[in-house]
């Protein structure tokens, strides 16, 4: 059982960055990949962006160029930084860790962008 702990949300202003983590309680190299998905109120839960094991990195249209996933093994914590935050990018930020199909969540950041 992998357990994800998330941290790292707040309030930002428009143009604002932010750095998500999210803390794995097992190894996450042995996950297909770890990713970071969004819900905002009243919409479905969406990818954000995803990498695997071998570093390849997938993103929603929305956020690339402006959101970075990365990954540090050793610390088993992902990463997602955040740059020229939108206030459409307001939501429940919530760490994925997928292995040929189970899928583990964590309990959700809130990132609110407002001025």
């Known amino acids: 059982q992998m357990q994800l702990v998330e941290s790292g949300g707040g309030l930002v202003q428009p143009g604002g960055s932010l750095r998500l983590s999210c803390a794995a309680s097992g190894n996450i190299f042995s996950m297909n990949y770890m990713g970071w998905y969004r819900q905002a109120p009243g919409k479905e839960r969406e990818l954000v962006a995803k990498?695997?094991?071998?570093?390849?990195?997938n993103y929603a249209d929305s956020v690339k160029g402006r959101f970075t996933i990365s990954r540090d093994n050793a610390k088993n914590t992902v990463y997602l930084q955040m740059n020229s935050l939108k206030p459409e990018d307001t939501a429940v930020y919530y760490c994925?860790?997928?292995?040929?199909?189970?899928?583990?969540w964590g309990q959700g950041t809130q990132v609110t962008i407002s001025s």
């Open positions: 990498i695997t094991t071998a570093g390849r990195t």
């Open positions: 994925n860790a997928a292995n040929w199909g189970t899928n583990y």
